[in-house]
């Protein structure tokens, strides 16, 4: 296996939006509330194109599915549009959705903790993941802002990483060669 350096203008791009993802990620730190409903926001227009898609396959196809495709289009359209033009409601609602998800799996751990034949340090390990569970998501149903904000910083979080880790690819540059393929690293 032989290694070889990536070109340098590879290695540019990699450093260069590296350094673009950190800084981002710094902002989002920063700012992880917004961050959250950006994020909404986003996906809301995401969902506006995957609606038309769906349309525009219900009305070239043919069969039982081509009503099913436009009304669910239409359907993800609309929610697209709300989660659009409402960003911060809708990731209140989210945030409630995530807050009771949390909540019944938290609820769900405890009692398999007490009530399972596991030994003692498993069944302590289920009862602690249950009772933080349900800390967090009573934190995030009394106040959807410590949620937004929490899932902006781990978003945020996930993507310095991700910057470190171009920035770190770049500057090393290798390319691995195995059996006369190359593999960038």
Request: charged share 10%.
């Amino acid at each position: 296996m032989a290694i070889d350096k990536n070109p340098s203008w590879i290695r540019a791009v990699q450093i260069g939006l590296g350094i673009l993802v950190i800084i981002i990620s710094i902002f989002m730190l920063a700012h992880p509330g917004e961050t959250f409903v950006s994020i909404i926001w986003i996906l809301g227009i995401v969902l506006l194109f995957i609606g038309i898609e769906r349309i525009i396959v219900g009305i070239v196809s043919s069969g039982r599915s081509r009503w099913a495709n436009i009304g669910l289009g239409i359907l993800v359209m609309i929610l697209g549009g709300i989660a659009t033009a409402y960003p911060v409601a809708a990731g209140y609602g989210i945030i409630y959705f995530i807050g009771f998800a949390f909540l019944f799996s938290g609820i769900a751990r405890i009692i398999e903790g007490f009530s399972s034949k596991h030994s003692g340090s498993k069944k302590a390990f289920l009862i602690g993941v249950g009772i933080l569970a349900v800390i967090l998501s009573i934190a995030v149903l009394v106040s959807p802002v410590f949620g937004a904000r929490l899932a902006g910083f781990i978003i945020a979080i996930g993507l310095l990483i991700t910057g470190i880790q171009m920035v770190i690819s770049g500057i090393q540059g290798k390319r691995f060669n195995i059996m006369g393929k190359n593999i960038s690293r």
